[in-house]
């Protein structure tokens, strides 16, 4: 029972994005389609334990997704069915959808995620919600990993969720990919969504491991798409030569145990430098295009600095803190400016890195970072490489109660015991 159901989670994680956009494609309806792909899922945990797994799985949720379809439509048309001609128009519109969800199956589908990506990032929604929209529909995220995401809570997170698929629904949205004009309109929020599975994916919010391999090869493989179709937008080179720069030290950013490997701890050799070479290719296109002081192409800039120093001492950190400097100018966050007090603290030691920290984040305060555990995480260690033991504990002592992913904590742990051997021995 147990196998099955982990055979069920390891299904669904793989086809569910899938299938909810092949159902999208037949009901124009992303409301609708998630909630069939859930009403399949259900169906399979129910049949799946008595009957065992089906050869083809997501053919198996595919059908009991029309079969769900079908019968919604029969509940909905049931007032009317005494009526001869209703009920005849009843049979005809279950005939159609009946055909249009096979060929949905029989179909390669590859090109309606993007399709569902595309819809999730309709004009008529705000921002935040096509982002968190296909966040969720995407990368199947839960609504807790996307509000910490955004630093937001789960209940505001889960109404701007409702809003936005209610808003599709009452707009009817076509389900396509736009063109012209109407598709670059789109092109920067779409952008982000990737840029945001990705980052799930390479490093988990929640939950028992360090990455979510899946969603990163997701992300990268909607990247490539997108690069594909639009060959002139800069930022789509940009964002994927971040995520094949960063995705090229995966093997490296894991122990043989699962356990979390950071960067200046990495085993360069295990670095793909196959991988590396695709993200620097792509890096030259989007500057290139002109793109070299936007965002995404700022942010793989800064993976390439990594990517070209032999060893964790060799990083030129003086270009990353410029780089940095750029990215604030060009989209300033306060995870950008964390990232670069960490910059800062290996550049010219931790004292200046704590002073850049506690600029942007003074202990205490109420900020967007305040509930953020990397904060702590880095504040802990500018301390504790200053000698200032006590504070530092008490820094990783509240990463440590923050961060809900569990490499971390382990990652954590294993820092404080190192702080304590490090205090008894001073």
């Known amino acids: 029972m147990r196998d099955v159901a982990g055979t069920i989670e390891a299904v669904w994680k793989i086809e569910s994005t899938r299938l909810i956009a092949a159902i999208a494609r037949v009901t124009r309806d992303i409301g609708v389609a998630e909630e069939l792909a859930q009403d399949a899922l259900v169906t399979a945990l129910e049949r799946w334990p008595e009957e065992g797994i089906p050869e083809n799985p997501a053919a198996w949720l595919m059908t009991a997704a029309k079969r769900r379809a079908i019968d919604g439509l029969r509940r909905g048309q049931m007032l009317v069915q005494k009526h001869e001609e209703a009920a005849r128009e009843l049979q005809v519109q279950q005939q159609r959808l009946g055909e249009a969800m096979d060929r949905a199956l029989d179909q390669v589908i590859d090109d309606d995620v993007l399709r569902l990506i595309f819809t999730a990032c309709h004009p008529v929604l705000a921002v935040e919600g096509r982002i968190a929209l296909t966040l969720r529909l995407i990368g199947g995220l839960t609504t807790g990993e996307i509000a910490r995401a955004f630093l937001v809570p789960e209940k505001t997170m889960g109404q701007r969720i409702f809003r936005a698929k209610k808003t599709l629904s009452e707009a009817h949205v076509p389900f396509e990919t736009p063109r012209g004009d109407e598709l670059r309109r789109r092109v920067e929020s779409v952008v982000l969504v990737v840029y945001l599975i990705f980052n799930e994916g390479y490093t988990a919010t929640s939950g028992e491991e360090w990455m979510r391999a899946a969603l990163c090869d997701e992300a990268l493989r909607l990247g490539r798409m997108l ?168 820094e990783i002592e509240r990463a440590i109660a923050l961060t809900q992913n569990l490499r971390e904590q382990e990652l954590l742990m294993e820092r404080l015991k190192q702080m304590d051997e490090a205090a008894s021995s001073s």
Request: charged letters at 20%; one cysteine or more.
């Open 227 to 394: 690069a594909q179709l639009l060959p002139g937008e800069s930022e789509v080179h940009a964002l994927l030569a971040v995520m094949e720069l960063n995705g090229s030290r995966t093997a490296a950013r894991r122990g043989s145990n699962g356990e979390a490997v950071l960067l200046p701890d990495q085993d360069r050799t295990l670095w793909d430098h196959a991988q590396i070479q695709r993200g620097m290719a792509a890096l030259e296109d989007a500057e290139r295009l002109g793109g070299d002081a936007k965002p995404y192409a700022l942010q793989a800039a800064i993976a390439a600095c990594h990517m070209r120093a032999r060893t964790a001492e060799e990083t030129d950190w003086k270009r990353i803190i410029l780089l940095y400097d750029a990215l604030m100018q060009a989209s300033p966050s306060p995870i950008v400016a964390l990232n670069r007090a960490v910059a800062v603290g290996m550049a010219q030691g931790p004292a200046a890195g704590l002073a850049a920290l506690d600029a942007i984040a003074t202990p205490g305060a109420d900020s967007a970072l305040a509930g953020y555990h990397l904060l702590h995480s880095v504040r802990g260690d500018l301390l504790a490489k200053m000698g200032r033991f006590p504070e530092a504990r008490g």
